[in-house]
């Protein structure tokens, strides 16, 4: 049953996430809330880890995710699941459907797809930056700590772009939060 | 017939080499694969590569994974595709799985957990900012930003209010709004022009 849910979570994952890694986020947060997989704060980590480690992020997660439900055979599932999709479009298009992309229907589709994939990616970041300053939403309890790195992290953001005229990466970013944790907790 | 094997090997190692090296997910990858696929071993040429990343960000699923397949199947069909694709996945299936199986007694460990606390903060922020670079890319046209818009609130609620709508539904609507769109103005031209 669980080798079911992982290879049909997956297959959304893999189906839907247009634009990137990030786009694959705001639909793993969908699977692992519906399923009860894993909570907010362990996907965070392990965000955080498949940024710090080599390889495709959504393929480190949904490694993650199969590994933490049903061992090495649920990572396994997982895994090749959510790359299926885009080894068979690939497929597809370099060998029956060279002209698909240009298609004015399809086109029209993605016109829309892509605004709306940025506008849940943005939801999403904003809500989960909320939720780590304040993380019991029914009695707002602001959590300070929280607050205070959300706000240096911005700092530093800010800052890194406006003097060395380059974006923070997100492995420091990452470095510099776990530091930021280390003295404010 | 070994000659077809020594290929095969060929991409499977130069994918798992550029799977095992490349920090920071997809979009780091196309560099690095540029760079061996193209500029060294001379599978693809560079247009090849710009046409291969122009369909990864419009079709589903892992960038590198796109890459991973195009090349392969370049180099040596539809067996190709597989040996490179399971050779950019594996080094970050061996590396995820040992984590997995070692990342709960990390973090009993109570510095870890702090830092842990803070990476928090910090990939929510992450999240926003990389919503925000795609912004700033996004196509300018008030369409784009009102769909963008209505999906943002959309999201927002659904997480406020913990509806039970995933986001996939919302991304149906787009599309099909947008497809919509396109087809009235089509018929609205199609009969000025008759």
Not at chain 1, 27 to 40: A, K, N, P
């Amino acid at each position: 049953m669980i080798y079911l849910q992982l290879f049909l979570g997956f297959l959304k994952v893999g189906l839907f996430s247009f634009g990137g890694a990030y786009s694959a986020i705001p639909l793993i947060r969908d699977i692992v809330q519906e399923y009860g997989w894993l909570s907010d704060e362990m996907l965070t980590h392990m965000i955080a880890i498949s940024e710090s480690t080599p390889g495709p992020i959504m393929i480190n997660l949904a490694t993650y995710v199969g590994a933490s439900q049903a061992g090495i055979l649920g990572a396994a599932l997982a895994t090749v699941t959510v790359a299926l999709p885009a080894f068979l479009v690939i497929l597809l298009v370099v060998t029956l459907l060279k002209n698909a992309l240009e298609n004015k229907y399809v086109q029209a589709v993605l016109k829309g797809l892509v605004p709306c994939v940025i506008g849940i990616i943005l939801a999403t970041g904003a809500y989960m930056t909320f939720q780590s300053c304040v993380p019991m939403a029914g009695d707002l309890a602001v959590d300070v700590s929280a607050v205070i790195i959300v706000a240096a992290l911005t700092a530093a953001m800010i800052g890194c772009k406006a003097w060395r005229k380059k974006k923070l990466s997100p492995i420091m970013l990452i470095v510099l939060s776990a530091l930021l944790g280390l003295f404010v907790y | 017939m070994g000659n077809k094997l020594k290929k095969l090997g060929e991409l499977f190692l130069t994918f798992f080499k550029i799977g095992l090296f490349t920090f920071g997910g997809g979009y780091a990858m196309l560099s690095v694969i540029e760079d061996n696929c193209s500029e060294k071993k001379k599978w693809i040429t560079h247009d090849e590569m710009m046409y291969v990343t122009v369909i990864a960000e419009s079709t589903p699923g892992p960038v590198a994974i796109n890459c991973a397949t195009f090349t392969g199947h370049r180099v040596a069909g539809v067996a190709g595709a597989v040996a490179a694709t399971l050779g950019v996945i594996l080094p970050s299936f061996i590396i995820i799985y040992a984590i997995a199986t070692l990342l709960d007694n990390f973090l009993e460990i109570a510095l870890v957990a702090k830092a842990f606390k803070g990476i928090k903060a910090g990939v929510s922020l992450l999240i926003l900012s990389v919503g925000t670079n795609m912004l700033k890319k996004m196509d300018r046209g008030i369409r784009a930003r009102i769909i963008a818009a209505c999906a943002f609130c959309a999201m927002l609620l659904i997480n406020i209010f913990s509806w039970n709508i995933s986001s996939i539904v919302l991304m149906l609507l787009a599309g099909a709004v947008s497809l919509a769109i396109f087809l009235i103005g089509d018929k609205r031209k199609g009969g000025e022009a008759a």
